[in-house]
């Protein structure tokens, strides 16, 4: 099963330009996925997600273990972007 089927067309399935859609609120995310907790991240659906915009995401809480829904910053770090390493020889 693929994300998109997992997901009940939660976001619109389609991606342009790392722009994506998010259809549903936080309510019917929560539920979707099962996260309980005393507080949810404020947000609403969006026609255009874009790079560097604070996205929910669902992870696990390093503590309790249970899912929990943060914001955190949606794009991709260039390997170019990345510190250069030092080559060891063999």
């Given amino acids: 099963m ?5 997901s009940g067309g939660l976001t ?11 259809r549903s609120d936080k309510q019917r995310i929560a539920e979707y996925f099962q996260v309980h907790g005393p507080s949810l991240p404020d947000f609403g659906p ?6 560097q915009t604070f996205q929910p995401v669902i992870r696990l809480n390093r503590d309790t273990g ?18 250069p390493t030092r080559r060891q020889s063999p």
């Fill in 2 to 6: 693929t994300w998109q089927q997992a």
């Fill in 46 to 51: 969006s026609w255009n997600v874009a790079p």
């Fill in 12 to 22: 619109g399935g389609v991606a342009i330009c790392g722009r994506y859609v998010r």
């Fill in 66 to 83: 249970e899912r929990e829904i943060v914001l955190m910053r949606w794009g991709l770090v260039l390997l170019a972007n990345s510190p």
